[in-house]
């Protein structure tokens, strides 16, 4: 069982940053493959970032390829995204998500845990 705490959300102006963190607790966390999602008013979930538990290798989505940045401290446990040149398109609610399996980084089904989410505003 892997229990996900999201924070670092908020209001900000376009082209601004925030950096996202995701809290984990539970087992073999290290093992886990760790991606970050978003959901904006009237649309459907989507990928925007993972990262993989062996190498630490990162995909991300072309819409925030270049501007976000995602990385993980296994010893802390811990899951962030970096997001700069933030656009109002990003506005959405960002979730944290862990998938054991690692078989399909970018989709939803993939996961078996899923955090509450974080608000993340962009406007002037």
């Known amino acids: 069982q892997v229990q996900l705490v999201e924070s670092g959300g908020g209001l900000v102006q376009p082209g601004g940053s925030l950096r996202l963190s995701c809290a984990a607790s539970?087992?073999?966390?290290?093992?886990?493959?760790m991606g970050w999602f978003r959901q904006a008013p009237g649309k459907e979930r989507e990928f925007v970032a993972g990262i993989s538990w062996r190498r630490g290798t990162t995909y991300y989505a072309d819409s925030v390829k270049g501007r976000f940045t995602i990385s993980r401290d296994n010893a802390k446990k811990m899951v962030y995204l970096q997001m700069n040149s933030l656009e109002p398109e990003d506005t959405a609610v960002y979730s944290c998500?862990?998938?054991?399996?690692?078989?399909?980084?970018?989709?939803?089904?993939?996961?078996?845990?899923w955090g509450q989410g974080t608000q993340v505003t962009v406007s002037s």
């Open positions: 539970g087992r073999d966390f290290s093992y886990y493959t």
């Open positions: 998500a862990a998938d054991l399996s690692g078989s399909g980084i970018h989709e939803i089904g993939s996961y078996d845990y």
